[in-house]
């Protein structure tokens, strides 16, 4: 309880508020701070008129506290589903593009085959996607090649093609010939946020022709950079299997790339020894043929 009431302090920059938050009487919460204070041997929070302000040291506390809070609540479902026969959870963290083509249809799948075996999904750019497996805070990773996978297991998943979006009426829509990249440099873009390996590969491109890439926008979606393009504010690149239904909803346009870059590798991977059964047996299955054929018929 104490922990908890700390993070809130933190996050409320209030002792009132947090103590209404936590149930608690306004005098019993300031002696409970008080009393965690004294066990740690250090000032958490600095009090001022209008509230509470965080140490140095209630900043530290704060972020392994909170971390603190998420395992126990992590504990406390795995412990109500283990009474209800889930008798393993994996923890799954993969990149927009695996989720928005491939993830979702096979993890349903494999959900029918093993109702004892949670998988449980987290969505990250590339880079963090490698940096949540590394410090092991995933069991298995699905990410687009390009962040340093020295010291992980990796497999090919899936390929994919990133495709040039733009508006309906765009005059890089006139020609149906695929287009270099460079030649859309004079561009406004529109990209997702920093560590989505799309964006990497933009501006590598760009900095090998020694051309400024003209980011105007970064959004955290697929969805949302579409609507961005067309509203008229820039163009975009995307994996063609996702952007696909989007394109056609919202009327864009799109064109294929010349580039060698725009044909992507997708990988899963485990950290370097002997995973456990389960996450054995879920990238055994993610990595079979019969897999890969229904996840190309699906994306057609």
Not at 47 to 57: C, D, F, M, Q, S
Not at 178 to 203: C, H, N, R, V, Y
Request: with cysteine; proline share 4%; charged share 20%.
């Amino acid at each position: 309880m104490s922990i908890r009431l700390a993070v809130a302090c933190a996050q409320t920059g209030s002792l009132t508020a947090a103590a209404r938050d936590s149930h608690l009487a306004l005098a019993a919460a300031s002696r409970r701070i008080r009393e965690l204070e004294v066990a740690l041997g250090d000032t958490l929070f600095e009090r001022h008129a209008r509230g509470l302000l965080p140490t140095a040291a209630g900043r530290v506390f704060v972020k392994h506290g909170l971390t603190l809070l998420q395992t126990m609540e992590q504990l406390g479902t795995e412990l109500t589903d283990l009474r209800h026969g889930i008798a393993r959870h994996i923890r799954l963290c993969a990149s927009s593009a695996a989720i928005s083509q491939f993830l979702p249809p096979l993890l349903a799948r494999y959900g029918e085959l093993h109702p004892q075996v949670r998988v449980d999904l987290e969505e990250q750019v590339s880079e963090a996607v490698v940096a949540t497996l590394r410090e092991g805070r995933a069991d298995v990773a699905v990410f687009v090649e390009g962040p340093d996978t020295n010291g992980l297991e990796t497999q090919l998943f899936r390929n994919d093609e990133l495709v040039l979006v733009l508006p309906a009426r765009h005059c890089l829509a006139a020609t149906k010939t695929p287009i270099a990249f460079t030649d859309t440099l004079d561009e406004e873009w529109i990209s997702l946020t920093a560590g989505a390996a799309m964006l990497q590969k933009q501006q590598q491109a760009a900095l090998a022709a020694n051309r400024p890439l003209k980011l105007r926008m970064q959004v955290r979606s697929f969805d949302a950079v579409c609507h961005m393009v067309a509203s008229g504010l820039g163009i975009a690149v995307l994996p063609k299997g996702a952007s696909l239904p989007i394109i056609k909803t919202m009327k864009l346009s799109w064109r294929p790339l010349t580039d060698a870059w725009a044909q992507r590798r997708l990988l899963v991977a485990t950290t370097v020894g002997r995973p456990d059964a389960a996450v054995t047996s879920l990238v055994d299955f993610l990595l079979q043929p019969s897999q890969n054929a229904k996840a190309k018929g699906r994306n057609k």
